[in-house]
């Protein structure tokens, strides 16, 4: 879980080289348990680095954490294969700060625990123009996101991280991919918007076939409901409702559907 490339290459931007330039990690497995998970996936059933049951465990890479960082050319993202969890929560704030001391800006990615932002917050105060959150925010129903990320935060605690990093002074944003309640999400992104000081991505579930296990009718029937509420007649309704507000933001899984174009270059973030 050691990722730390820099994308030069001329492919097409997509997933979080749409974010950033960089994706930097220091732990392997997540307890979350999020059932589309891809670094799951790519670390379990790809490469076999670890056992489902180990997966669970947010295991430390001493030397990701003590890594000295270089200045890369554009916002970096952390984490991308793995959350801030209270386990690891002092082993990511040191490479925060190991990343902000060589002049990075970071782009902070998190399903966010209270305990968890406010000290970050607490250790950034002095630095808060080299952090942006983005908290992945899925749905408002505490039935799918039992079933869909069922050891993460609720939404109203990562509303209220939403809220409290936005009081603090720093820089705001939210991710609702997986949009788990298509049906929802119009009425959701207006009740955080107040909240938000940069911006708010959408973008569909990917590789459900390949990632989700349907290893039960129940989870049968969810992955059913995620692919109709994200076929292209929703997500254009849903482009219709928000396309206005200039914060919100449309992952490609969106832009494909809608007839927008592909961002040129890593790390744009827009
Ligand atoms: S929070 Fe992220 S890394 Fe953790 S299980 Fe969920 S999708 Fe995977």
Redesign the pocket.
């Known amino acids: 879980m050691t990722q730390k490339k820099e994308s030069a290459c001329k492919k097409p931007v997509r997933g979080t080289r749409e974010w950033a330039v960089a994706e930097i990690n220091c732990c392997l497995g997540?307890p979350?348990?999020?059932r589309?998970?891809?670094?799951?996936f790519d670390a379990v059933l790809r490469k076999g680095r670890v056992t489902p049951e180990q997966w669970p465990v947010s295991r430390q890479v001493p030397e990701e954490v003590a890594q000295k960082h270089r200045r890369f050319s554009g916002q970096v993202m952390f984490p991308t294969?793995?959350?801030i969890v209270p386990e690891n929560l002092d082993a990511c704030t040191q490479v925060l700060k190991n990343l902000v001391a060589a002049g990075n800006r970071v782009l902070v990615v998190s399903?966010p625990h209270f305990d968890c932002i406010r000290h970050i917050c607490s250790e950034f105060q002095d630095a808060k123009k080299s952090l942006l959150f983005r908290f992945t925010i899925t749905a408002r129903d505490r039935k799918l996101l039992d079933l869909w990320?069922p050891q993460?935060p609720g939404y109203a605690e990562r509303k209220t991280c939403l809220e409290y990093a936005f009081a603090e002074g720093f820089a705001t944003s939210v991710s609702v991919e997986p949009m788990l309640d298509t049906a929802d999400v119009v009425v959701m992104v207006h009740e955080l918007l107040p909240y938000v000081s940069h911006s708010i991505w959408l973008g569909k579930m990917n590789r459900i076939a390949e990632r989700v296990e349907a290893d039960s009718d129940t989870m049968r029937m969810a992955i059913e409901k995620i692919v109709a509420g994200q076929s292209d007649r929703h997500i254009l309704r849903i482009y219709e409702e928000l396309r206005d507000i200039a914060k919100v933001r449309w992952k490609e899984s969106v832009k494909e559907v809608v007839g927008l174009d592909l961002p040129a270059e890593p790390g744009l973030d827009q």
């Open positions: 997540c979350h348990g999020c589309y998970c891809y670094a799951r294969a793995h959350d399903k990320e993460a």
